[in-house]
Structure formats: structure tokens, C-alpha cells
């Protein structure tokens, strides 16, 4: 009793580790993202980003004239600049905001999410002095948790409607696998590891606190032992046949003494006259 105890209480304590692991990684952080729109389902597309927050992303980009790094997080500061969600950094530490995650919009479907962050820093002398934003297209790619942040295009040449757009590939918007598993197979499965634990743990207890040799080693075997006798004297009592219970009929043989001349039958009446 003392083993299965032991092992009683180490697989609770293991849950309770694997309960309170989770709930310290389940957090909140896409709830600091604060949209144009409030919906309830903007915000379920939201919580999709989870596990890329509090981590940031970064892609440097190389020109003719300058070179700086276009820094990114999820619902969080990408650089020193407050509300910062995607920000340009150059050689020298400079930071221009491109959007805010405090100013936002998103879009998502079955296996992509489209965020884009706005009221960023207003263009000096093109696209009309407008603000900057800056659009991040995330893609499901199984595999893979957080991909490289890769610029697509820094559209900054037309009139009005400048935008800046990047993309990232991420297991986290990925739909998720059916189980092909019946219900059936999940009780067989499931039946079979409570069977494994059972032997294996009582295998050990009979061995190494009782002391038993042998068969006598598995476990209840007393129990079950009884069992399987009782079951094959069921099955032999119900399937095997055994004929009347009553004493069997023996042959009994035709007798050796003469049989005796009964009456003489006369037929003299049928000879011809």
C-alpha cells in the first residue's frame, strides 16, 4: 500500500504542476491591443496572437542611402517609444513610429490573421503628411511557433493612403487537426494505459514490499486466480454437454437360452385337396 501511495501522490503533485504551469502561461497580453472597432469576434481573432506576445521581431532593410531595422511586437512596445507596436529603427537608435497596437484593426480567417496598426508618425513631405501605418499579414505555417518577420513591400510613393507591409509565419493561426480517434479507441486506449499502470505498479509493490517470488508476484493473484476457476467451471457447467444426468441405458444383448416352441400352427387347410 505504501508504493501505490507514493505513486498516488506523485502523479497528483505532477497534475497540479502541469495546472499551475498553464495557468501562469495563459495570460492576457492581447487584451493591452486596444481596437478602433471593439467586436467580440475582432477580439477572438485576437486571441489567436497569444502566444506570440511579449516577444519581439525584427528585420533589417538595406538601401542606396540609409539602412535602419523595422522592429514589431504583438500588443506590446516593439522599441521605446510608448504604444509602439511596430517601429523604425536606424544605425544610429533613431526610432519612427510606423503604428500603434493602442490604435488598431484586425482582420482574420481560418488560417490567417491581418493586423493592422495605425496613427503612427505623420510623413514629412509625401503621401500627403498623412500618419504611417503599418500592416502585418500572419500566415499559418504548422511547424513552425514564430517565423522571421519579412517586409513585402514599403508602399511610401503614391499621394494618400501610404502603408508599410510585413509579413510573419506562425503555427499559432493554424485551424486546429480534427482527432480522427473514435470513442471507442480513446476508451480502449485509455482502458489499456489503466491496465499497464495496474500491473506494472502492483508488479512492484508485490516484488519489492511483499517480498513475493513467482507468479506470486502479480498482482491480486489470489483474486484472480479464483476468478478464472470459477469462470472455467461456468463455462464447462453451460457449455459442455454430458448427456441425462440419469444413469446411461445399457446394452443389454439378445438371450443364449433356447427360445421356447410356442403352440404348433397348423396349416393343413392350405394344402390342396
Avoid at 508599410?164 to 493554424?174: M, N, Q
Avoid at 494505459?193 to 516484488?207: D, E, K, N, P
Avoid at 459442455?240 to 387347410?269: C, I, M, N
Amino acid at each position: 500500500m505504501a508504493l501505490f501511495q507514493a505513486i498516488h501522490l506523485t502523479l497528483t503533485s505532477a497534475i497540479l504542476l502541469v495546472i499551475l504551469a498553464e495557468k501562469g502561461q495563459a495570460s492576457d497580453n492581447t487584451k493591452n491591443c486596444k481596437l478602433i472597432e471593439e467586436s467580440p469576434n475582432a477580439r477572438k481573432v485576437l486571441s489567436k496572437l497569444e502566444p506570440l506576445t511579449n516577444r519581439t521581431f525584427s528585420v533589417p532593410v538595406k538601401s542606396d542611402t540609409d539602412s535602419y531595422t523595422y522592429l514589431f511586437q504583438v500588443c506590446g512596445n516593439a522599441g521605446k517609444i510608448p504604444d509602439g507596436g511596430l517601429v523604425q529603427r536606424n544605425a544610429s537608435g533613431k526610432e519612427v513610429l510606423v503604428g500603434k497596437y493602442t490604435a488598431m484593426e484586425v482582420f482574420g480567417g481560418s488560417d490567417w490573421v491581418m493586423l493592422i496598426y495605425k496613427n503612427g508618425m505623420p510623413y514629412s513631405n509625401h503621401c500627403g503628411k498623412e500618419d504611417r501605418k503599418a500592416i502585418i499579414m500572419i500566415s499559418c505555417e504548422r511547424g513552425v511557433s514564430a517565423g522571421e518577420l519579412e517586409v513585402v513591400v514599403e508602399e511610401r510613393d503614391k499621394l494618400n493612403n501610404c502603408f508599410y507591409l510585413f509579413e510573419l509565419d506562425s503555427s499559432a493561426v493554424c485551424p486546429a487537426i480534427p482527432s480522427h480517434l473514435s470513442v471507442g479507441s480513446v476508451l480502449l486506449i485509455v482502458g489499456f494505459s489503466l491496465l499497464a499502470v495496474y500491473l506494472i505498479g502492483g508488479f512492484l509493490y508485490q516484488r519489492l514490499v511483499v517480498g513475493a517470488k513467482g507468479v506470486e508476484q502479480f498482482p491480486n493473484y489470489t483474486f484472480w486466480r479464483e476468478i478464472g476457476n470459477l469462470t472455467a467451471d461456468g463455462c464447462d457447467f453451460v457449455c459442455r454437454s454430458r448427456g441425462s444426468r440419469e444413469e446411461p441405458p445399457t446394452y443389454r444383448g439378445v438371450a443364449t437360452e433356447p427360445l421356447g416352441e410356442g403352440p404348433e400352427e397348423r396349416d393343413d387347410h392350405l394344402l390342396p385337396m
